[in-house]
T-cell receptor, first 116, second 113 residues
Framework: AQSVTQLGSHVSVSEGALVLLRCNYS??????LFWYVQYPNQGLQLLLK??????LVKGINGFEAEFKKSETSFHLTKPSAHMSDAAEYFC??????????????FGKGTKLTVNP | NAGVTQTPKFQVLKTGQSMTLQCAQD?????MSWYRQDPGMGLRLIHY???????DQGEVPNGYNVSRSTTEDFPLRLLSAAPSQTSVYFC????????????FGPGTRLTVT
């Protein structure tokens, strides 16, 4: 079974500071990993994904994440926070496979607050 | 393209009532799924479908039914609503499961009293 753990349900940073949202995964096979963002009262939007190509993945809005197999981690970073980054962020994992049997498993989310 | 659409946006039900949450996509995606989102729980998979006529259970299927008669539509039925089903429900679709991006609808906020 696959699982995702997001460390910290709430993270607060100052505008212009580094954003670091932590995600660790558990998977018996090489995983596919995703970060989604949810703005208030909206659905989820894909930020970036790792599907076994480059381990450093760049996404939208200046975010990036690095897949580290040895640490089973996929942390999300952004060098300089903007007020518009305030949202809830979800890490998710699935496994490659055939026949559509994969299921996306989400972490519990990290709510990011950006202070002026 | 409208993407993934969900109706209604808000719904209040009494315990024991039934209803259907509608989900449609116009991207010709084979894979569709329903999630529920509860505070501090993330999103949990209720049911999913890998194509018309094929559905399967996710993590929390009890109390919900689905069917997939067309590629476009994937309705979620609550058979007898319970307060524990108060949640925000999201429908999602993707070209295929696994590495493809899932596109999410705007959600349906359901309250069961």
């Amino acid at each position: 079974a696959q699982s995702v753990t997001q460390l910290g349900s709430h993270v607060s940073v100052s505008e212009g500071a580094l954003v670091l949202l932590r995600c660790n995964y558990s998977s018996s096979v090489p995983p596919y990993l995703f970060w989604y963002v949810q703005y208030p009262n909206q659905g989820l939007q894909l930020l970036l994904k790792y599907t076994s190509a480059a381990t450093l993945v760049k996404g939208i809005n200046g975010f990036e994440a690095e897949f580290k197999k040895s640490e089973t981690s996929f942390h999300l970073t952004k060098p300089s926070a903007h007020m518009s980054d305030a949202a809830e962020y979800f890490c998710a994992v699935t496994r490659p496979g055939l026949g559509g049997s994969e299921k996306l498993v989400f972490g519990k989310g990290t709510k990011l607050t950006v202070n002026p | 393209n409208a993407g993934v659409t969900q109706t209604p946006k808000f719904q209040v039900l009494k315990t024991g009532q039934s209803m259907t949450l509608q989900c449609a996509q116009d991207m010709n995606h084979e894979y569709m799924s329903w999630y529920r989102q509860d505070p501090g729980m993330g999103l949990r998979l209720i049911h999913y479908s890998v194509g018309a006529g094929i559905t399967d259970q996710g993590e929390v299927p009890n109390g919900y039914n689905v069917s997939r008669s067309t590629t476009e539509d994937f309705p979620l039925r609550l058979l007898s609503a319970a307060p524990s089903q108060t949640s925000v429900y999201f429908c999602a679709s993707s070209y295929m499961a696994g590495g493809s991006e899932q596109y999410f609808g705007p959600g349906t906020r359901l309250t069961v009293t």
